[in-house]
Nanobody, 124 residues
Framework: VQLQASGGGLVQTGGSLRLSCSAS????????MAWFRQAPGKEREFVTA???????YYADSVKGRFTISRDKAKNTMYLQMNSLKPEDAAVYYC???????????????????WGQGTLVTVSS
């Protein structure tokens, strides 16, 4: 099973980026997929997740600016990031699970599959 994250880059404050996470080797159409991020010197933090039924969950810090979506047919997840701020700069990781429970959706240790990360840099 492999998750491949892409789409990171350098953007100015207020700009937008769209990240993608393509899964192979296993279908996650009935699973949960999520984005986490980790800034230098900080712990990995939850950003957003999409539940089995399509329900979306967001960290307060990104609500209203970020949108998660997925294409089940392509086994791919996306993260549209708008109104980016310098504090959004981090390595963004995609994660997936087929067995996670809803109460644990924000816990990184509950995800079995991880992508390699894609770097997002926001210039002020």
């Amino acid at each position: 099973v492999q998750l491949q994250a892409s789409g990171g880059g350098l953007v100015q404050t207020g700009g937008s980026l769209r990240l993608s996470c393509s899964a192979s080797g296993r279908s996650f159409s009935n699973g949960v997929m999520a984005w986490f991020r980790q800034a230098p010197g900080k712990e990995r933090e939850f950003v957003t997740a999409v539940w089995r039924n399509g329900g979306e969950y967001y960290a307060d810090s990104v609500k209203g600016r970020f949108t998660i979506s997925r294409d089940k047919a392509k086994n791919t997840m996306y993260l549209q990031m708008n109104s980016l701020k310098p504090e959004d700069a981090a390595v963004y990781y995609c994660a997936a699970s087929t067995s996670i429970i809803l109460s644990s959706i924000r816990k990184a240790e509950q995800y079995s599959y991880w992508g390699q990360g894609t770097l997002v840099t926001v210039s002020s």
